[in-house]
């Protein structure tokens, strides 16, 4: 489908998770992503597939990144710095290797005051029968499906497919080439690595990982990691 709002893509959510701040609603919110490195400039281009990076601006927990430019936008400086500032803030973070970390920070930004938005590349494609929470990223030529339930914070790298009637828990992060079979349940905090596959009605626990290039034919415990094919527990 077109890419005409990046923040509004997919039905809202019925629950009790914050809707995503759409540029709509208020043209003098500050936008910020926060976490100037490798993956924040991948949301930086996210937003610029879809014309909305202008006024974009980064913000980061390290002082020595204050006030310069990382691919062309301005790191304004830290929390304090956000939240200091007179017009709201909405953010995405943009920390990408620990989806715990991530949800620290989101929690952190939460307890500030911040809203949140979604980066949807305007490669993707996003079923208008799924849900979307908010401060999500989606990039490049990657696949939500019908009645896919998608929590907030999650972040599905490029050229991913996540089929019908999934649902991925707060944070869960998938990475470039994975493939998530209808019925799979991704828990909170969960991770995918390259290339891996999940078959149908798979369930992955809480904080969990998936090595790359894994085939998951059954339910992996909580915390546990997964690799091969078939996958297996990681053994020591």
């Known amino acids: 489908m077109p890419a005409t709002d990046y923040g509004t893509r997919g039905e809202e959510p019925t629950d009790d998770r914050q809707k995503p701040y759409t540029t709509s609603q208020d043209k003098r919110r500050m936008r910020a992503i926060y976490c100037a490195g490798e993956q924040g400039r991948v949301a930086l281009d996210i937003l610029r597939s879809v014309d909305e990076a202008g006024g974009v601006v980064f913000a980061d927990?390290?002082?020595?990144?204050?006030?310069?430019?990382?691919?062309?936008?301005?790191?304004?400086?830290?929390?304090?710095?956000?939240?200091?500032?007179?017009?709201?803030?909405?953010?995405?973070?943009?920390?990408?290797?620990?989806?715990?970390?991530?949800?620290?920070?989101?929690?952190?930004?939460?307890?500030?005051?911040?809203?949140?938005?979604?980066?949807?590349?305007?490669t993707a494609t996003v079923s208008d029968k799924a849900s979307l929470g908010c401060g999500l990223m989606l990039n490049a030529e990657s696949y939500i499906g019908p009645g896919a339930d998608v929590g907030d914070h999650v972040l599905i790298d490029s050229c991913v497919n996540i089929s019908h009637d999934v649902s991925l828990g707060r944070g869960a992060t998938v990475t470039p080439g994975g493939t998530v079979a209808g019925g799979v349940t991704l828990g909170v905090d969960s991770y995918v690595g390259p290339g891996a596959t999940i078959i149908e009605d798979v369930t992955i626990g809480e904080s969990a990982v998936v090595g790359a290039g894994a085939v998951v034919t059954d339910d992996v415990p909580p915390e546990a990691t997964v690799v091969g094919v078939p996958a297996s527990p990681l053994e020591g």
Do not use: K, M, W, Y
């Not at 007179?86 to 943009?94: D, K, L, P, T």
């Open 61 to 122: 927990d390290d002082p020595t990144l204050h006030g310069e430019l990382v691919a062309g936008q301005r790191v304004v400086g830290g929390l304090d710095d956000l939240t200091t500032r007179e017009e709201s803030v909405a953010c995405v973070a943009a920390f990408g290797d620990q989806p715990s970390v991530r949800l620290e920070l989101a929690d952190r930004l939460a307890d500030a005051g911040c809203e949140f938005f979604n980066a949807i590349h305007a």
